[in-house]
């Protein structure tokens, strides 16, 4: 259920970038009030996120020893959001991928930092300083969070 609502949610995302412009949005009423309703089964965050690349000391692996996913590893405090949690956030759908593919809003939890604490979210952009053009034009300091599951083992890419 938490999945097909964040598979919704990207939908509607995705469907809102396409430049068309209608007086009503039926698909997103439809898709708001579906969120709206299970707000009591999913797990908000409204999360302040910081941004970090390799480079300048970063290391090529996680905390659980995975290798980090640039535009997929996302670094939490362990504690509100625990590690192994699967992260849909849906201000980055639509965002381009390293591959050039178009990003699903889907972030894996496994990483942490000692400067990660409650409140906050440190999102892996790629290579570089540069990898994180595409996530500056978001809000940073108020990012929805939403926790659509957990995986096991490493994050694929």
């Known amino acids: 259920m938490k999945r097909l609502l964040a598979c919704l949610a990207a939908l509607t995302v995705s ?68 590690r192994h949690t699967l992260l849909f956030i849906k201000e980055t759908v639509g965002l381009p991928m390293p591959d050039g593919s178009k990003h699903d809003g889907y972030w894996y939890a496994s990483d942490v930092g000692g400067a990660i604490h409650t409140g906050r979210i440190d999102l892996f952009t790629g290579q570089g300083a540069a990898s994180m053009g595409p996530l500056m034009p978001l809000n940073l300091a108020s990012l929805t969070v939403a926790k659509v599951g957990t995986f096991a083992g490493c994050p694929h890419a």
């Open 15 to 82: 469907l809102g970038t396409t430049g068309a412009h209608a007086e009503s949005d039926p698909l997103g009423d439809l898709v708001a009030q579906a969120l709206k309703d299970a707000a009591p089964v999913l797990d908000f965050f409204k999360l302040k996120a910081t941004l970090y690349h390799s480079g300048g000391g970063i290391r090529g692996l996680d905390s659980l020893g995975c290798k980090v996913v640039p535009m997929r590893t996302a670094a939490v405090d362990g504690k509100s959001v625990p």
